[in-house]
């Protein structure tokens, strides 16, 4: 079942899907029309499953579910994983590249591949105050407080 995102427990699970560029409005209106469809019918084991999403800075979509309601299962976020696949197909949009990283600078998103990140670093362009994003959090209270970290608290520490 959908629920507003906001209304989701603190506890909730998430998964953070990078898109490989910017998502058009058209993008984002395929994209909560997709994950409100599924929502509504997502289940494990025949349990209902209450569950969100949003969209944030045009780039990530984020999914959650209040595993304490009923818990997601290996099939349950399978068919999730299928979504997010036939939305990449759908829109041409790959969700699953892992080798850029987003940094928020001047309240502007900007994508540096992996290995540009030293000499951004050395260029001044990326600092050890500049927000990234930990796409690897688990729960909404997670995504709430630790989402957005300065680069020296995350794991571009190493080049500071």
Request: proline share 1%.
């Amino acid at each position: 079942m959908y629920i507003p995102f906001e209304e989701m427990a603190e506890s909730s699970r998430v998964w953070i899907y990078q898109a490989d560029r910017f998502l058009t409005g058209q993008d984002q209106k395929k994209i909560q029309n997709s994950c409100k469809e599924f929502m509504q019918q997502w289940a494990a084991h025949g349990q209902s499953l209450k569950s969100s999403f949003q969209i944030v800075h045009d780039k990530f979509l984020v999914i959650s579910v209040d595993e304490g309601f009923n818990l997601a299962s290996g099939c349950s976020i399978d068919a999730s994983v299928h979504l997010i696949k036939s939305l990449e197909q759908e829109l041409q949009i790959n969700f699953f590249d892992r080798t850029k990283v987003c940094f928020l600078v001047d309240n502007e998103i900007i994508e540096v591949p992996m290995t540009a990140i030293k000499s951004q670093v050395e260029l001044g362009k990326i600092a050890d105050n500049t927000l990234t994003f930990n796409n690897l959090v688990e729960d909404i209270k997670s995504y709430n407080e630790q989402w957005q970290v300065e680069a020296k608290n995350s794991w571009l520490k190493r080049y500071f």
